[in-house]
T-cell receptor
Framework: QKEVEQDPGPLSVPEGAIVSLNCTYSNSAFQYFMWYRQYSRKGPELLMYTYSSGNKEDGRFTAQVDKSSKYISLFIRDSQPSDSATYLCAMIPMNRDDKIIFGKGTRLHILP | DGGITQSPKYLFRKEGQNVTLSCEQN?????MYWYRQDPGQGLRLIYYSQIVNDFQKGDIAEGYSVSREKKESFPLTVTSAQKNPTAFYLCASRGPYGNQPQHFGDGTRLSIL
């Protein structure tokens, strides 16, 4: 079983819709969770960083962590064509310094 | 503005040639990383360094070498021993604590001539 599973997509949604992106993980040692956005031919850009179960909101983005189910989500409200990108989840375990584990990314297309 | 600068943006390698990818950061970060990104494979760790003059192999270090002579700089050499070097290479850095997120440069695309 892979440590982090992420559906590669592509996911196509109409402009203005709510987008839900998800990752599941198998290692209960993961304690810190991140979402990155990567545009084509660019490096990943940190969107959200959380370290506890529950929700964290930043503008149109909400990160949700459910440690009991080993499941994290990123919600994008009022989606825009500029949100079209690949979204990578990432996790850091306790007691394993310098080992961030990345999902393979979900390609998202927002249709005008 | 603080950040990570990778150069060049595009690089071409001839058979049997070594090439070096540059990564410079002005974030005052101790830890730096090199990843390779291939379509459908996600990010794979090549090498990382937690401090000057020290570095460790990642998951796919064969055919690559690095140096860390300065805090700001972590160049990656793709040697002729790397038989499939065509990929997008990303450099990242992190603050002083292991639970902090990594920040990335904008990558170098390496292709074979």
């Amino acid at each position: 079983q892979k440590e982090v599973e992420q559906d590669p997509g592509p996911l196509s949604v109409p402009e203005g819709a709510i987008v839900s992106l998800n990752c599941t993980y198998s290692n209960s040692a993961f304690q810190y969770f991140m979402w990155y956005r990567q545009y084509s031919r660019k490096g990943p850009e940190l969107l959200m960083y959380t370290y506890s179960s529950g929700n964290k909101e930043d503008g149109r983005f909400t990160a949700q962590v459910d440690k009991s189910s080993k499941y994290i989500s990123l919600f994008i409200r009022d989606s825009q064509p500029s949100d079209s990108a690949t979204y990578l989840c990432a996790m850091i375990p306790m007691n394993r310094d310098d080992k961030i584990i990345f999902g393979k990314g979900t390609r998202l297309h927002i249709l005008p | 503005d603080g950040g990570i600068t990778q150069s060049p943006k595009y690089l071409f390698r001839k058979e049997g040639q070594n090439v070096t990818l540059s990564c410079e950061q002005n974030l005052n970060h101790d830890a730096m990383y090199w990843y390779r990104q291939d379509p459908g494979q996600g990010l794979r760790l090549i090498y990382y360094s937690q401090i000057v003059n020290d570095f460790q192999k990642g998951d796919i270090a064969e055919g690559y070498s690095v140096s860390r002579e300065k805090k700001e700089s972590f160049p990656l050499t793709v040697t002729s021993a790397q038989k499939n070097p065509t990929a997008f290479y990303l450099c990242a850095s992190r603050g002083p604590y292991g639970n902090q997120p990594q920040h990335f440069g904008d990558g170098t695309r390496l292709s074979i001539l």
